[in-house]
């Protein structure tokens, strides 16, 4: 039997990117497992012995959605003082924007 090769999707490929950018700048990160469990949960858990956690969730720059689940959870994190940061892609100007404030709300299609 042949085995079918299953390429990555972008957005899987982009989310192992940060990852590895966040391993380089001392950043414990933890990808979290889209299960019936982990619904609505963001994308990488990450913490830093100096700047704390910061949970990311990883959208593409363009055509991203967000999941009704995640539409749900979000606001119940930022209710509760959690931020969640939205990063779309592994560069320095990314990886920035977790110093300043939680911005996943300024992906909303409200905000545009």
């Known amino acids: 039997m042949r085995k079918i090769k299953q390429t990555k999707k972008p957005e899987s490929?982009?989310?192992?990117?940060?990852?590895?950018?966040?391993?380089?700048?001392?950043?414990y990160a933890r990808e979290t497992h889209g299960n019936m469990y982990q619904s609505g949960f963001?994308?990488?858990?990450?913490?830093?012995?100096?700047?704390?956690?910061?949970?990311?969730?990883v959208k593409m720059s363009t055509g991203y959605k967000f999941t009704p689940a995640q539409l749900d959870v979000f606001p119940h994190f930022a209710a509760k003082g959690v931020g969640?940061?939205?990063?779309?892609?592994?560069?320095?100007?990314?990886?920035k924007l977790?110093?300043?404030?939680?911005?996943?709300h300024m992906f909303l299609s409200v905000m545009k």
């Open 84 to 95: 969640i940061w939205i990063l779309t892609a592994a560069t320095e100007v990314q990886y």
């Open 98 to 104: 977790l110093f300043g404030p939680s911005n996943w």
């Open 13 to 27: 490929i982009l989310q192992d990117k940060i990852v590895a950018m966040l391993k380089t700048h001392d950043w």
């Open 42 to 57: 963001p994308d990488i858990f990450a913490c830093h012995a100096r700047y704390g956690i910061r949970w990311i969730e």
